[in-house]
């Protein structure tokens, strides 16, 4: 049973959609559906802002007040409270998950099916890093993660509510081999640290200054959360524990999105071993 002051807690990390191997066929067709509806909604060019020289889809941070006021600060970690709490329970519930990826590494992706929230996923991996280093990569440092992840093309933060929470614009890089397409999301993420541990987690928000941008679908993480905790008595290694729950909306099967999710899981802590194995080298 997870304690119950971290369900007071909330954050949140971004998975990201990359390329799922043997899905090319069935995937043209999909992706040819979501161009024909983007061209039809007029939003598949990218138009210029007529202001600052910026493209359409850049962000634009004037637009976003960088101090919300104290009514909007208490909405935004409320929201992100919440969503934690959503997410703890998810994987506080140990009934019904089925394996769907298992690496030589040790890393373990499961999958469920939650109600109201479709199919979740559950990636269980140890890392050679610590406790701190992971929160300064995932949280502090998040607009640099573009630097080491691929699969990101940039994410700004727009509002900085306090230290712990953040609203981020975050876009997904259009790579080839792509079969999920660029998605931008807008999202809180809130941290929270307890004892020795770290929770990140968080959901997708609407703000009226910054709406779905030309070019994109705007897809929304549901309740989502990392757990990262010291791994026993080595404090040099953590255990990883990453609730993955998206709906990338869009015309895509869910077939082709419930494949392409969990390899944006080992993707991501893919990179995320390279840049902690640079670190350690440049240290």
Partial sequence: MLPAVVKLCCGISYPHLRSVAGLQRTAVAVIGQELTHLQRWGRFQHHTRTHAGLKYNDPVTEDIKPAPSKENQLFFVQKGQEAMREALCMLDDKQGWKVEITESNGDVICSKVMPGAGKVFRLEAVLEASVDELYDLLFVRVEEMHQWNPSIQHIKVLMRVGPETIVTHEVSAQTAGNLIGQRDFLSVRHSCKQNSSVYLGGTAIQLEPFPPQAGFVRAEDGPTCIIIQPLDEDS???????????????????????QALPRAQLDFIRHLRRRLTAGATLS
Avoid: A, E, H, Q
């Avoid at 040099?236 to 419930?258: A, C, E, H, Q, Y």
């Fill in 236 to 258: 040099g290694k953590s255990r990883f524990t990453w609730l993955l729950n998206m709906d990338v909306k869009g015309w895509l099967p869910k077939s082709i999105v419930n």
